[in-house]
């Protein structure tokens, strides 16, 4: 989780009460986060679904919600204004998406210029994937003339970035400039990278590498242009809304950016806030509380929540625009256990008397895990989610109909796995580095359609040059013969196998799984340069049909 760092006395300042220490160690442990100390500074743990917590100035403004000092979302006030730019069709296949906005009449004193850094540094590292999906830039306002345009440039391309007193190319930036070196991965294969200009041709910023020296802002900057970046649209939204939250709590003027993107004029920041219906019956079942409409609609504004209306049964709650972790009711079911106090809740003995004992499918779990261990295989553990390229496209496996996410925050994991293959593929070109044979299993769930049915599956995978169909067949065997079970194989046809080497798995003529030698087309589409055997199992079906064995 990401660590940060507040000075105290700017911290009470900003929370606008003179609080003790041990006050203040409670009510910060108990919003949400996890306390490391409070003297002689703050320092604190920030889940990483929480990014609004990451700047002084979001993480006061909840700390007095839950402290009862104000309620309600923040009010923000954008001004309309003449500022515009464009958003050139070339980006869209190298870096797609931009927003902006204009801050005036700043103070960059030391505490806001501390504040700035850090919150930028944090939304890269965490929020922005360390920059593939999110990247800031911050420029000085008036060294800019109005209209900008956001565009590609060749990499022959040359102006004078951020701390360099000399025109450097793109080419030379990503082997000469420190950020150039660090984060050069994200445009290697672009032959024209990501540029922001302005009307008079002068360059702003390269993102997601570095600004030019040109916009840097000095201690005499009194206004700002914010630019963001990247690869998912809601994401560079919530990232604008999380950092503009912060400059208006120190009394910034925030103006309004029209972006022409694909002939549409959009108007950013887009504060408007989204609603989600929160239904009473639920929240009071999940937490064991019976709450009334109003209780429940206190408690969500000591979250900062807005509440566009109420009844006996339902809350509309109106969700502030920089709170990125809002998916699900399930999420102000939380907030609302939060605000209540988790020690306000009265354990309570269940009233059904029961004899606890182990799930018994988990023990046949652990049983596998033991005996693929005993054959010196390594066992990993992936995301449930991943996306559609992974399953599909670079499986050549079109004929399987996957599960997708609602309102997915990001798009390398908007799609409930719906095997684990593609996964350990993915894990053994992440390990690449390591040396040969590579042994690796995983067992996990996945739902395999879109009947929605959760399955327990094991998938098996050996990679080292000479890795064959008799060699996987092997593993398998043994497996099987651990538990005293008999299985055949049925000649079978799957895209990401090699045809003529792979089958299905049969046990009494139900289907259990499938195994064979990877297709070198699906190597190639992993960029993997070794050969793969692999099976996988449906351990849900292995154990109903033979769980009086075991």
Known sequence: MPTVNFD??????????????????????????DLEKVNPEIVVEVFPDRPDLLSIEGFTSALKGFMGIEKGPIDFKVHKSSYEGRVDPKVKSVRPFAVGAIVKGIKLDDDTIRSLMQIQEKLHITHGRNRKKVAIGVHDLDKIKFPIKYTTMPRDFSFIPLEFDKNL???????????GVAYAHLLSEFKECPIWIDDNGQVLSMPPIINSDYTKVTEKTKNLFLDITGTHRKSIEYALNIILMGLFIRGAEIH???????GKDLIYPNLNMERLELDLSYSNKILGLNLSETETADLLMKMRYGIASKSKDKIIVEIPPYRADILHPIDLVEDVSIAYGFENFIPEIPKIATIGQENSIEVFIRKIEEVMVGFNFFEVKNYILSNEDVLITKMLDNKRKLVKTRNAVNTEFDTVRSSLLPLLIKTLVSNSHYEYPQNIFEVGIVVPDQNLIEKQYLSCAICHPKANFSEIKGVFNGLLSSFGLQYSVKEEEYPYFIEGRSCALEIDGSNIGKM???????????????PVSAFEIDLSALFDLFKEKI
């Open 256 to 262: 309004s950016l029209k972006l022409n993107d694909e």
């Open 169 to 179: 190319t793109i080419d030379e930036i990503l082997k000469m400039h420190p950020k």
């Open 8 to 33: 105290k006395n700017e911290f009470i300042s900003l929370l606008g009460k003179a609080v003790d220490d041990q006050t203040l160690s409670d009510r910060i442990s108990m919003v949400g986060t």
């Open 516 to 530: 064979g030698e990877l297709n070198p087309e699906v190597l190639y589409n992993f960029k993997l340069e070794m």
